[in-house]
């Protein structure tokens, strides 16, 4: 089985919808226990609700509207036995994904790939902490949305974008994406990023994906 048709849960977090991934990544960056125990707790419903126990969701709405705050929807059983499986809901995202951000001018991937790092660099700075992880947010565009990047076009784009939020040291340089043969193993340097058996930026690269597809899906 392709590693990115293997099973995962979807979540809906305060109505954006993340990975299982990305949601634990978030808590344990949270600082704070009671930040990532709303994390778990987001997790733990939708388990509840995508097995069909949306009944047991009552007892925490019924406390939602003693302290006055609004209610979480619950599907009806309809709803939930005609749901999709959830490699099947991710992989049409991430196909859905593709064809926008193909269908996009060159300013607005541009946009995209900004704020997409933004969001990286202000939330997961943690897994960004060598020149080298380029590489790896480099195989997310190319090997999600643009088959025909190259690592050249990839530094130029990145080399015109301003993001004043990125640290000095870890910006792109023009000979960053040379270091791609150094850094992964030559079996796996013609596979995409998922299908690698040893990706050294496996983390960086889940995550990020999440990032840049939440960016494009909500345009």
């Keep these: 089985m392709r590693k990115e048709e293997q099973e995962t849960i979807l979540i809906n977090l305060d109505g954006a919808t993340v990975s299982e991934q990305l949601l634990e990544a978030m808590a344990i960056n949270s600082e704070r226990f009671d930040v990532a125990e709303h994390y778990l707790l987001a997790y733990y419903r939708q388990i509840v609700i995508e097995n069909g126990l949306v009944h047991h969701v009552a007892l925490e709405n019924r406390v939602r509207t003693h302290y006055h705050k609004n209610a979480v929807h619950v599907p009806e059983l309809c709803e939930v036995a005609s749901c999709k499986p959830k490699s099947n809901k991710a992989q049409e995202q991430n196909k859905l994904s593709r064809k ?5 001018t ?23 902490t060598s020149k080298n992880h380029w590489i790896g947010v480099y195989l997310v565009v190319k090997d999600r949305v643009d ?21 000095d040291d870890l910006k ?6 040379s270091n791609f043969a150094r850094c992964v193993d030559y079996e796996d340097r013609f596979e995409a990023y998922y299908d ?13 994906w999440d990032i840049l597809k939440g960016q494009i899906l909500m345009k």
């Design 196 to 208: 690698m058996e040893e990706n050294p930026w496996k983390e960086l690269c889940d995550v990020y």
């Design 106 to 128: 060159k300013n607005e991937r541009q946009t995209i790939l900004k704020e997409s790092l933004i969001t990286l660099i202000r939330e997961h700075r943690q897994l960004f």
């Design 172 to 177: 792109i340089g023009e000979r960053t994406m």
């Design 100 to 104: 926008k951000y193909q269908a996009m």
């Design 147 to 167: 088959g025909e990047l190259t690592k050249l076009e990839f530094t130029n784009d990145v080399l015109g974008l301003k993001i004043d939020s990125w640290p």
